[in-house]
């Protein structure tokens, strides 16, 4: 991992709508469209349908609101920061050199096209935020969502 793949930092929210108005009510931010998606995670216990919410901030400093979903890891952490997201050109190296240094493996999803196919994965520590691994390939397909956004009011 290198500090310049660091692109977003997410934050999963009890109430998502209420956040995004919020971050652009008080810092100006404007949001991509809302994405719903049913996504296969596969997990230490298993593999696990999650019922994902969430949206991009238009602009850099990139900010990624996730709605929380309780009973699995995407619930509101405790410093606020719920992960950092990094681009990864080769996830499973990545993951291992996460792990390598401490961080356990917590949740990976792969593509549905190409189950051998990482398109990311989170990693937690003792301490500090998670570690999403995004695929590079997954970059053309985001970088279309963020232009989604509009501009603030």
């Known amino acids: 991992m290198k500090p310049e793949n660091l692109y977003h930092t ?13 971050f652009g009510a008080v810092a100006g931010y404007a949001w991509t469209d809302v994405v719903e998606v049913d ?58 050199m996460l792990v390598a240094g401490g961080m356990d493996l917590e949740a990976k999803s792969y593509n549905p096209g190409d189950p051998a196919s990482l398109l990311w994965a989170y990693a937690k520590g003792p301490a500090g935020p998670r570690i999403e691994l995004v695929s590079r390939e997954m970059e053309p397909f985001i970088a279309y969502w963020w232009s989604t956004a509009g501009s603030t009011k």
């Open 39 to 96: 996504q296969l995670v596969e997990t230490s216990a298993g593999e696990v349908t999650v019922p994902m919410t969430m949206a991009y901030s238009g602009a850099d400093p990139r900010l990624e609101l996730l709605q929380s979903v309780p009973g699995t890891l995407w619930t509101p952490a405790d410093s606020g920061v719920h992960h950092l997201g990094y681009w990864s050109d080769d996830i499973e190296s990545d993951l291992a």
């Open 10 to 22: 997410g934050i999963v929210v009890d109430d998502l709508r209420a956040t995004m108005d919020w």
